[in-house]
Structures are given as C-alpha cells and as structure tokens.
C-alpha cells in the first residue's frame, strides 16, 4: 500500500531564511504523481505542483522549488527568501493511479510552517 | 465559475442524528471525492466517485454513505452520527490537463458531534 511521510510537523523560521519541507514515499507501482498542497490558516486547500514519476526534473516557480529523487523516494520543498504569507500547514501526497488522482490521493500528515517577522 | 462548493460550512450535530452534505463543482470535471481531515492526521479519503453513476470506497468510509447524483453533484451522508465523525469534510473534483488529473478542493466543512 502507498505511504506518503512528512517527519517534519511543525518548522519555525525568521523571515527571509530558506526552508525545504521534506516528504518521502512509498509505493510499489512503477507509474505514480505526486502533489504538494498548501492549506493556510484560513482552511481552504491550494494546489501547488504535480509531478509524475517519469520526471525527475527539478522544478523551480519563483521562491519554490520542489526535488523529486526516485532514487531515496523523496520528493522535497524548497522555499527561498522565506516570507510570512508562506505561513501555513503544507501536505506532500501521492496518487498511483496512472491518470493522477481518479482513486483519490495519499496524504501526508502535513508541515506546520511558522514563518516569525 | 465557482469551482467547488460545500454546505454547510458548520454544522453541530448531536449523537445518533443524520445530515447530509453537500458537494457540487462547475467545471465539468468527472471524479468527485470526500475527504475529511483530523488533527495531525492529514487527509483521508472517505469516498470517490471516478465517474457519474458509480461510487468506491476509500481508506475510511465506515459511518458514511454517498450519492452521485449527476455530475456535478456528490453528498455524503452520515446516517447515525458518532463524536469519532467530528472532523473537517472535503470535496474535491478533477480535471485532466495533459493526460494528468489535479485534484481541486471545496472550502471544507467543519462538523461537530456532541
């Protein structure tokens, strides 16, 4: 059975520091996606990236970056220049279906970021 | 475009009630899903239907019944509720780009069992 594990539950960081939340997973199928959502204190849910598992490119948007390594099933965030809008619990996920999410995804139990003034 | 939508936003509830909610998406997307979120305990999926007319079961759905009603629509009902059903209930539908889909989220609704 897939498992997605976010060992980090809650980081704190001055602003403009660097920060990289870590997931790492498992799964045993050879074609899967994973997700990192953004959920800030107000409740709702934000998609931020997808990724499948025949794309070991990094990604990079802005002050985020994610590292995809199938090789350690890890598949890292990365915000540079940290700011305070980035406060907020962060779920890495995963999905094995073959299409990327029609059963539903694997969460993450989430990173509570706090980034301080 | 609305994108999804849930109600209620908050409901209280009393052991052994019933209630339903509400899901709908506007973006002509074929799979719904619920999902409800506890306290350090991420999300779990209840529920999804991949397509209009059929439902499946995911990691959590004992307590909880759901209808597809067309396409747009998917509820999720709790027959006889229990303060384990006290939790934040999500409702995603997606969409394909690309040959890949992308889950998006409703706003959530927070449920209380006394």
């Known amino acids: 059975a897939q498992k997605v594990t976010q060992a980090q539950t809650e980081i704190s960081v001055v602003e403009k520091e660097d920060v990289t939340l870590d997931c790492v997973y498992e799964t045993r199928d050879t074609t899967y996606y994973l997700f990192w959502y953004k959920q800030p204190p107000s409740g709702e849910l934000v998609f931020l990236i997808r990724?499948?598992?025949?794309?070991?490119q990094n990604e990079i948007s802005g002050r985020y970056s994610w590292n995809f390594q199938k090789s350690t099933s890890s598949f890292n965030f990365t915000i540079t220049a940290s700011q305070v809008v980035d406060s907020a619990v962060y779920f890495c996920a995963l999905s094995e279906y073959s299409g990327g999410g029609a059963d539903g995804l694997t969460f993450g139990k989430g990173t509570h970021l706090i980034i301080q003034p | 475009n609305a994108g999804v939508t849930q109600t209620p936003k908050f409901q209280v509830l009393k052991t052994g009630q019933s209630m339903t909610l509400q899901c709908a998406q506007d973006?002509?997307?074929?799979?719904m899903y619920w999902y409800r979120q506890d306290p350090g305990m991420g999300l779990r999926l209840i529920y999804y239907s991949a397509s209009e007319g059929t439902t499946d079961k995911g990691e959590v759905p004992n307590g909880y019944n759901v209808s597809r009603l067309n396409k747009r629509e998917f509820s999720l009902r709790l027959e006889s509720a229990a303060p384990s059903q006290t939790s934040v209930y999500f409702c995603?539908?997606?969409?394909?780009?690309?040959?890949?889909?992308?889950?998006?989220f409703g706003p959530g609704t927070r449920l209380l069992v006394l």
């Open positions: 990724r499948n598992s025949f794309d070991e």
């Open positions: 995603a539908s997606s969409e394909v780009l690309a040959g890949e889909e992308t889950q998006y």
């Open positions: 973006m002509n997307h074929n799979s």
